[in-house]
């Protein structure tokens, strides 16, 4: 559990830059890039410093330099300057910001509320729907993985592309699974559809599993597919497949998670996998 304001406040840069087009791997990225402007000490600046947006611009700027086209990396981190540079000047970002801070201060955003919802899901479901109701540019999808960041909603799951395709595949036909993924009733019914997994594989497993970490494990395996999209070899990762590939290189899941989630290995991660199926 946070201890300061300031780590659940910081928990909510990464998932701000997270998009249709923006992996992973490229919001952490950016969140690295950009967080000495937007956390929390800074967070009144997007809105009250007339140069803010120009020392962001300039971060930006600076990066891409040392990122010319072609060079290694380049191929997922200027894309993601790209969308970085978008939010900022379209004032996105700033708005994000700004509706954060209000957000912070209307629902009295401390550890000791984080500690006093725990116990409850419909108290941490009820911060998910304020949060992204509330922040501008947010929405369902950031939200949980904002709670997640902190300890919370553990039998939550983000209704994005990966967990809503991964949950038709095994079977699951709610209409709402096809639905925009900001829509709140995709939230509640990819929720309690992950848990009915989670359930499944806790008996299977005999031991008790989230849908936190059941949602995780298949945002994994649709990740990795969808970096063999380009290879025409997605079809070919079977989960049976993804595991052998952990078993040749000695890794665990969370050692894999790490190196998809990080942009100055992903390109390699991908021919690796390329190579593998």
Known sequence: MPVHTSEIWDALIYPSFLGKEVRSAQA???S?????????????????DTKWGAT????ID???RIVPAGSFGARFKRPALASAEKLLRSGD????VSTADSFFRRHRITPTLVASIAPYRSRQMDLVTAAATDIAHFGP???VLWLHDFGLGQDFAPPNLHIRHFLREQGFSDASLDDDADGMHALSVVCQRAREVASLVGRDVGRIVSARLCQH??????????LLASHH??????VRRLLKFLDSREWTPETLADEVGNIERIEIIEQDLASFV
Not at 93 to 96: E, T
């Open 28 to 30: 952490a990225y950016l």
């Open 32 to 48: 690295d890039l950009l967080m000495g402007h937007l956390d929390y000490t800074e967070r009144g600046a997007a809105t009250s």
């Open 56 to 59: 962001v611009q300039a971060d």
């Open 62 to 64: 600076a990066e891409r």
């Open 93 to 96: 970002l700033a708005n994000m």
């Open 141 to 143: 999808v950031k939200a």
């Open 217 to 226: 494990a298949a945002w994994l395996w649709e990740t990795c597919r969808g």
């Open 233 to 238: 070899k997605a079809s070919r990762l079977t």
